[in-house]
């Protein structure tokens, strides 16, 4: 499953590349009434997108879901720099999280910092993450970047339902903009999901590369075929 989080974007690459291969939502930050899985507050970017569906759907979520932006390609998507590519040579359910794309971001987490980043980010985790997660990370965090990945369903289960409402609300009462609440979660998503502050996986751990270390659709594929043929499961496989 993929979750699509949309504002303006021009979505024709997702019926074109995606089609029936993997199915998807979309949901539309917007108040549009004639909109199917529209927000009627266009605050939190991505984040309430992506929150929103863990709520609508955490009684019934699929084995592995993947959220991505409304575009397929950005400066900051990199190694594959296409969201078409990641999403197909995608080694699904390898790992719990699976970031699609290699690039790498860094903050810190800190009481009263002079970077407002830091503040923001000790702020909504003391606030709203601590309960479940403990202590922030004060030695800091790195982590792919831009709050594009892939999660199980366990991975998600592992907290409440009402986690992810509270984060949701939290967000949308906030006094911070958009830009600063929604960089803390794409600083911690992975550690939602269970992953260390310091998470780094290799291109060829995430997808299907070809033995000159190149990302491949192709072979994507003819596993997945084999995979069908033989009723073996991507998890079996790795």
């Not at 409304?70 to 970031?99: C, E, F």
């Not at 987490?109 to 985790?125: C, S, T």
Request: overall charge neutral; glycine content about 4%.
């Amino acid at each position: 499953m993929i979750v699509v989080s949309h504002y303006n974007e021009d979505l024709t690459w997702l019926d074109l590349f995606i089609g029936n291969k993997i199915p998807h939502i979309v949901y539309t930050r917007s108040s549009d009434p004639l909109i199917s899985h529209g927000l009627s507050v266009n605050k939190g970017r991505e984040v309430v997108v992506y929150l929103r569906y863990i709520v609508d759907f955490y009684s019934n979520l699929p084995s592995s879901i993947a959220f991505i932006h409304g575009h397929r390609t950005s400066v900051l998507q990199k190694d594959p720099d296409d969201i078409v590519v990641a999403l197909r040579a995608l080694k699904w359910n390898k790992y719990s999280y699976m970031p699609l794309t290699s690039a790498m971001t860094q903050s810190r987490f800190q009481h009263r910092a002079l970077e407002i980043q830091a503040a923001v980010n000790y702020k909504l985790w003391r606030d709203v993450l601590q309960k479940e997660l403990g202590p922030p990370p004060l030695t800091g965090v790195q982590t792919h970047c831009c709050a594009s990945f892939a999660v199980t369903k366990e991975a998600i289960l592992k907290h409440p339902k009402v986690f992810y409402s509270n984060i949701m609300n939290y967000i949308y009462a906030s006094e911070y903009s958009d830009q600063l609440t929604g960089r803390t979660l794409e600083y911690t998503w992975h550690m939602i999901f269970g992953q260390p502050a310091i998470f780094n996986l290799k291109t060829c751990d995430l997808f299907f590369c070809d033995a000159n270390g190149e990302i491949s659709v192709e072979l994507a594929e003819k596993y997945a075929e084999f995979l069908s043929i033989n009723k073996i499961t991507y998890r079996h496989l790795f």
